[in-house]
């Protein structure tokens, strides 16, 4: 098992969020879209210059920016 | 049965399709007490009940995140509506019902609508509505909003529960510590009747643990001892939280939704045949429709198909509308009584609003291909692909969005752009946004462009418009950069959007779409356009020429007439437009015509409207411009559109040969002083000049001061002047 920041993670690799550091509008916007500790996550790609990030959680697809990703820590298997 | 509902849910779950499937064509469109959030209310009627449907807009959640959620949320509140509506999309409960839970939590009558069924089912996502009505204790009927199944259950559900009085507000346990506070808040706010008569007090107690700005605000309104009383509680426990579990309070909050919404599918409602990751279709669109090499190269692809789209079939439509013009101008020239309301109805009525109607069918193409862009989830993945260049010039990738709409693919129009700022969040990228989408090419720019380029550029028609937008896009994103250094400087906010999978738009949702923006324009052409079209002309032809001028025209007429042998006036004055006439007729003729030229345009000249653009001639001719170009200028600032129809005035003035009613493109590449180069510069000042008084007054709302409505008029026109300039002294010195 190994922990990782969400921008860290590459195409595909998928993983458990553990914590959503981001407090206030950007935090409260994150958890709204169901990016919450425990939840599943999937990278399903980036855009064209590396950033944003799209992923999979609770079977939708979401976009999130590189420094956005940089709060949510992520454990994934190996 | 009568009664008002509401219809609530997250965006992209088939909320409007419903819409549209239950309200069909009785629907009406305005906009929320003081704010610009479109309001969509229809009726719907049957199986015995009409109910009032309004469509609240699409949302996540019901904090004061964005302008929509709080406008759903005054709503909810304030209307009380008989029942609200939820719309959920089956494919992606656990999301969805973190809305319906919110609704829950405020003690509104709900009901779900348990949508795209269909989509679950083929990606092995099986729901059992019963169990989920049973263990959240509210209707949930199952429907498929694109074909209209469920839509009678889902009224019958709405007219059985409607009269039934308000729910008591949902409580979830959000874990010991909260829970407490919440008990010790509810306790002291019930005492205090603190906002009780428009919220629950559990639920204000909720908010202010959420720090929901907007409730939080009207609390220290309403009684700031108490607020402050209420906040130093919330204080402690976010100490307490964090000290302890390293949490927030809101983090606890939506931890435990989803966990209240987790335990809840997990009793058997929702069962899944594959798994959750499993490459979709939508998905395996993705990987090239994203693709880092192939993604921009069909992004421009796509918007370039769109321009052929709208070019290539809208061009027989146009053809007709302006054939239909000239005949009926012809009609009123040969059967209106009196000079001046010939020149009334044909220069200032016909022509006017001929103009701007000929380019409907224009309008409806390039609103039909944007409405499949965006009902397909394609624009989406525009605001992905771009966001990154977006931020360059401190921008948002939402910001996309409303520089789309406001003509960034052409055909948009400023005033709904503008509008669109509201989904972002930050004031300082709104404001940018808001300032800089104007230069995009709005339908009511379009004709002006469509004009020069039909006349000019009639080979590349198609280049020259990408070419066109590609300026705009340019110029905007530059100046908006230009103002985030400068008046509006600030950090950069949150990217957190969804992809919504790619579908086949449904024809009706098209063609209502269509229809309403094209709608827009027609009632704007309409009424504006009319009385603006009456005002110029008016100013086009007061005051007349003196007496003197007039009759040294009448004179030298008269010298040329009696000049030549009586046979020949003869023929000259009665021929037919059939019979040919003698080399020496036609002269004649020639020469009459270009006196009578010369009397129309002094004329025009000596008029208000031809003083000011003789007044200001001297500094456009730097531009290139003549006083008529700077009369259609003017013109524009009332509404873009008047710039073709007054250069049509204005040349139909100057030119009485009745035979030439052919079109204004075919007048200007004849006209003296015009050419390529002055086209182009014309173009430049257009895109860039200031936005129409209708965008004017929507910038100095939405940016909330008119100064910010003076700056757009001022700062913008002088950048299109430099602009434009630039581009002709450049022009004349290359030889163009």
């Given at each position: 098992m190994l922990t990782l920041t969400m921008r860290q993670m590459s195409e595909n690799q998928c993983g458990t969020i553990t914590s959503v550091r981001a407090g206030g509008e950007m935090g409260r916007r994150i958890r709204d879209m169901g990016l919450i500790p425990g939840a599943e996550v999937k990278i399903q790609g980036k855009a064209p210059l590396n950033d944003p990030v799209a992923l999979r959680v609770m079977g939708f697809t979401l976009t999130l920016r590189n420094n956005e990703a940089d709060y949510i820590e992520v454990e994934v298997k190996e | 049965m009568e009664a008002t509902i509401a219809l609530a849910g997250n965006p992209n779950s088939?909320?409007?399709?419903?819409?549209?499937?239950?309200t069909g064509a009785r629907q009406h469109v305005?906009?929320?007490?003081?704010?610009?959030?479109?309001?969509?209310?229809?009726?719907?009627?049957?199986?015995?009940?009409?109910f009032q449907v309004i469509d609240l807009p699409g949302t996540y959640s019901l904090t004061a995140y964005s302008l929509e959620e709080v406008v759903a949320r005054d709503y909810l509140v304030n209307e009380k509506p008989g029942m609200v509506v939820n719309i959920v999309d089956a494919s992606n409960l656990e999301r969805n019902l973190y809305l319906t839970l919110q609704f829950m939590e405020m003690g509104i009558p709900v009901c779900i609508a348990l949508n795209m069924m269909d989509v679950a089912k083929t990606r092995g996502i099986e729901i059992n509505a019963e169990k989920l009505s049973d263990l959240l204790g509210i209707p949930v009927v199952p429907t498929v909003a694109r074909s209209g199944k469920g839509k009678k259950e889902l009224m019958e559900a709405v007219a059985g529960n409607v009269s039934r009085s308000a729910p008591a507000p949902l409580s979830i346990s959000y874990g010991g510590d909260i829970n407490t506070a919440l008990d010790e808040m509810e306790g002291d706010i019930n005492a205090q009747s603190f906002l009780t008569d428009r919220y629950p007090a559990r639920w204000v107690a909720l908010k202010y643990l959420e720090k929901d700005e907007q409730i939080v605000d009207l609390g220290q309104k309403e009684d700031p001892s108490f607020s402050q009383k209420i906040e130093s509680v919330v204080q402690k426990v976010s100490d307490h939280l964090s000290d302890t579990l390293d949490t927030y309070p809101e983090a606890m909050i939506a931890d435990q939704r989803y966990g209240y919404i987790h335990a809840i599918t997990k009793q058997g409602v929702i069962k899944h045949s594959r798994h959750q990751n499993r490459l979709r279709l939508s998905d395996k669109m993705d990987k090239v429709l994203t693709n880092r090499f192939l993604g921009p190269i069909i992004m421009v692809a796509v918007l370039m198909g769109l321009y052929r789209f709208t070019f290539t079939y809208s061009e027989m439509p146009v053809d007709w509308c302006e054939r239909f013009f000239g005949w009926l101008g012809g009609v009123a020239e040969a059967n209106l009584p009196g000079d001046l309301l010939k020149s009334l109805v044909i220069s200032g009525v016909i022509d006017g609003v001929g103009g701007v109607l000929g380019f409907v069918p224009l309008i409806m193409f390039m609103f039909f291909g944007i409405s499949i862009l965006e009902d397909s989830g394609y624009l989406a993945r525009v605001a992905f692909m771009l966001d990154r260049v977006f931020r360059i010039f401190g921008l948002h990738g939402s910001s996309v969005m409303a520089f789309i709409v406001s003509g960034g693919i052409a055909g948009g129009c400023a005033v709904p752009g503008v509008m669109a700022t509201r989904t972002l969040r930050s004031p300082k990228e709104r404001l940018a946004t808001l300032l800089t989408v104007p230069f995009m090419t709005c339908g009511a720019k379009l004709p002006v462009f469509a004009l020069l380029v039909a006349a000019f550029f009639a080979?590349?028609?198609?280049?020259?418009?990408?070419?066109i937008t590609l300026i705009a896009w340019l110029g905007a994103l530059l100046v908006a950069k230009l103002l985030r250094t400068t008046v509006i400087k600030g950090e950069s906010t949150p990217f957190v959007m969804e992809l919504p999978p790619y579908r086949l738009p449904t024809f009706k949702g098209l063609f209502i779409h269509t229809w309403e923006r094209t709608w827009q324009y027609i009632r704007k052409a309409g009424t504006v356009i009319l009385g603006i079209s009456i005002i110029l002309w008016a100013m086009m032809t007061y005051p007349g020429l003196p007496e003197s001028q007039a009759r040294r025209f009448e004179e030298k007429r008269a010298a040329l007439l009696t000049s030549v042998p009586p046979s020949i006036v003869n023929d000259v004055t009665s021929a037919g437009e059939d019979r040919g006439l003698s080399p020496r007729a036609e002269e004649i003729k020639d020469q009459l015509?270009?006196?009578?030229?010369?009397?129309?345009?002094?004329?025009?000249?000596?008029?208000?409207?031809?003083?000011?653009?003789?007044?200001?001639?001297?500094?456009?001719?730097?531009?290139?411009?003549d006083w008529r170009?700077?009369?259609?200028?003017?013109?524009?600032?009332?509404a873009k559109e008047v710039v073709v129809s007054t250069l049509g005035t204005a040349y139909s003035l100057g030119d009485v040969d009745p035979e030439e009613t052919g079109s204004l493109s075919k007048t200007l590449?004849?006209?003296?002083?015009w050419s390529p180069l002055t086209a182009f510069s014309l173009i430049i000042f257009t895109i860039f000049y200031a936005p129409c008084f209708v965008a004017v007054?929507?910038?100095?709302?939405?940016?909330?001061s008119w100064k910010w409505g003076a700056f757009s008029m001022v700062f913008n026109t002088i950048i299109a002047f430099s602009l434009s300039v630039a581009v002709y002294q450049a022009g004349s010195l290359l030889g163009y």
């Open positions: - | 088939g909320k409007t399709t419903l819409f549209n499937e239950l305005g906009n929320y007490p003081g704010v610009t959030v479109e309001k969509k209310q229809g009726i719907y009627a049957g199986n015995g009940y009409k080979e590349n028609e198609a280049i020259v418009m990408l070419i015509m270009t006196i009578d030229f010369q009397e129309a345009e002094s004329a025009l000249r000596h008029s208000l409207a031809g003083r000011i653009g003789t007044t200001l001639e001297g500094l456009t001719a730097l531009a290139g411009f170009t700077n009369i259609a200028l003017v013109g524009g600032f009332a590449v004849n006209a003296p002083g007054v929507c910038i100095a709302r939405e940016a909330g």
